[in-house]
T-cell receptor
Framework: DTGVSQDPRHKITKRGQNVTFRCDPI?????LYWYRQTLGQGPEFLTY????????KSRLLSDRFSAERPKGSFSTLEIQRTEQGDSAMYLC????????????FGNGTRLTVT | GEDVEQSLFLSVREGDSSVINCTYT??????LYWYKQEPGAGLQLLTY?????DMKQDQRLTVLLNKKDKHLSLRIADTQTGDSAIYFC???????????FGKGTSLLVTP
C-alpha cells in the first residue's frame, strides 16, 4: 500500500489550454473523490465515484470539468479551456465502503494557469 | 466550508499543549475528522470520532466532542515544532458522501 498517488505534482499551463490530472487510489478502496483547494481555504468537494460510477458532482464542477474512473481503478480529471480562476491545488482521496470510512488524500496536483 | 468554522491562527510554545477548536452547524453530522496539512502537501488524517462519542484519545491527541453545542476540539499534548501545520476540521453528514471542511487553523509552534 503506497497511499494515494497523484500525477503530476505541478502543472503550469496557459489560459485556454486543456489539462488532465491522474489519481491512483489505494488499491482496495472503491470510493474516490476529487477536491479543489485554493490558498487560505479548506478543500472543496468536486465529485465522487463509487467504483466506476460517478455518483455525485458539486455545482463547482462546471461544464469545462470532466472526471472519469474507467474500470473503477485510477481516475482522471480534465479541465478544458483553462481559466486563471482554475489555479488551485487539486486533491484526490479514496476510502473504503462503509459509513465514516476516513478519506485518505494524495499530495495533490498544483495547477497554475498563466 | 461555511458550515464548519475554525479560528484561523494559533501560536504556542514548544512543550505546551495546543487546543484547536471547531464548530459545525448540522446536527446530522455523523463523523467528525481532524486532518493536518503541511506546506505543499496533501491532507494527513490525524483522527476521527463518531458522533455518539464524547472523547477519543490517541497518543498525544485528544478529541473532545460536545454534540449539544456542536463543538469539536483537538488537543495536542507536548506540542513540538514538527506539529506546525494547518489543521482542518471536517464533518460528514448522515445523508452525504463528501467531507465538509473548515478553512483550517494555522498552528505555529515556537521554540
Amino acid at each position: 500500500d503506497t497511499g494515494v498517488s497523484q500525477d503530476p505534482r505541478h502543472k503550469i499551463t496557459k489560459r485556454g489550454q486543456n489539462v488532465t490530472f491522474r489519481c491512483d487510489p489505494i488499491s482496495e478502496h472503491n470510493r474516490l473523490y476529487w477536491y479543489r483547494q485554493t490558498l487560505g481555504q479548506g478543500p472543496e468537494f468536486l465529485t465522487y465515484f463509487q467504483n466506476e460510477a460517478q455518483l455525485e458532482k458539486s455545482r463547482l464542477l462546471s461544464d469545462r470539468f470532466s472526471a472519469e474512473r474507467p474500470k473503477g481503478s485510477f481516475s482522471t480529471l480534465e479541465i478544458q479551456r483553462t481559466e486563471q480562476g482554475d489555479s488551485a491545488m487539486y486533491l484526490c482521496a479514496s476510502s473504503t465502503r462503509g459509513g465514516g470510512s476516513p478519506l485518505h488524500f494524495g499530495n495533490g496536483t498544483r495547477l497554475t494557469v498563466t | 466550508g461555511e458550515d464548519v468554522e475554525q479560528s484561523l491562527f494559533l501560536s504556542v510554545r514548544e512543550g505546551d499543549s495546543s487546543v484547536i477548536n471547531c464548530t459545525y452547524t448540522d446536527s446530522s453530522s455523523t463523523y467528525l475528522y481532524w486532518y493536518k496539512q503541511e506546506p505543499g502537501a496533501g491532507l494527513q488524517l490525524l483522527t476521527y470520532i463518531f458522533s455518539n462519542m464524547d472523547m477519543k484519545q490517541d497518543q498525544r491527541l485528544t478529541v473532545l466532542l460536545n454534540k449539544k453545542d456542536k463543538h469539536l476540539s483537538l488537543r495536542i499534548a507536548d506540542t513540538q515544532t514538527g506539529d506546525s501545520a494547518i489543521y482542518f476540521c471536517a464533518e460528514i453528514r448522515d445523508s452525504g458522501y463528501a467531507l465538509n471542511f473548515g478553512k483550517g487553523t494555522s498552528l505555529l509552534v515556537t521554540p
